[in-house]
């Protein structure tokens, strides 16, 4: 059994999918599992969408592949859409799912360019969270460091418009924790984020309160 457990990622396509994008970009990826669906997080995306009705420009960041998008455009049918996905068979998936909508791209994170009124990173900023519950981890610095998350957390907030939002679901690490959170102000009616959470030091935080809604300051 463990050395069918050893073999099982290069088994399929996914799971070798998986493994090369842990070895090509060991420095950069968040989250290595791509399970998604379209419509995960009605509540979340409603919301985004009755206080920023008006968007242009909307980014996906780990957009996995594609379901997502597809549950964007219909909250957000005049918008431009771009998806931003690491894992390049997923975001072969995802091409393909939104080929034929003429206002959504796909692409690898370092593509990204430009800015954005609306970002989404939903179960992006963490690595196999079940794993974390069940083990009982205290300290994720050796498994997926704060550091990553802040670095990412900023260059999405430098991205974002004045008044616009950034969506940050299911992650390890609140925003709050960040120094990008001087110009992000929390809306109180958005979700709370799940514990267990980590600090700065990648450390177990007490039970802590952290929003996933943020609407950057003019």
């Known amino acids: 059994m463990r050395v069918f457990d050893g073999l099982r990622p290069i088994l399929t396509m996914e799971g070798r999918g998986q493994l090369w994008t842990r070895i090509a970009h060991r420095g950069e990826v968040h989250q290595t599992t791509p399970y998604t669906a379209e419509d995960r997080y009605p509540e979340l995306f409603d919301l985004a969408a009755k206080l920023r009705p008006d968007v242009r420009r909307i980014l996906s960041f780990g957009c996995s592949t594609g379901e997502e998008l597809v549950a964007l455009r219909r909250r957000f049918p005049g918008a431009e859409i771009v998806g931003a996905e690491i894992n390049s068979r997923s975001r072969r998936i995802a091409a393909r799912r939104v080929a034929l909508d003429d206002r959504a791209a796909v692409i690898s994170p370092r593509e990204i360019s430009g800015s954005f009124d609306l970002i989404f990173a939903l179960a992006v900023f963490q690595r196999e969270p079940h794993k974390v ?86």
């Open 133 to 218: 519950v069940e083990m009982e981890i205290e300290d994720l610095s050796a498994y997926y460091p704060f550091e990553r998350f802040e670095r990412t957390v900023t260059e999405l907030t430098h991205r974002l418009e004045p008044d616009g939002l950034m969506c940050v679901f299911h992650a390890h690490y609140p925003v709050e924790q960040t120094s990008a959170a001087t110009q992000l102000e929390p809306i109180a009616d958005s979700p709370w984020l799940q514990p267990p959470l980590f600090g700065r030091d990648s450390r177990r935080l007490p039970r802590t309160a952290a929003r996933t809604i943020f609407r950057k300051r003019g």
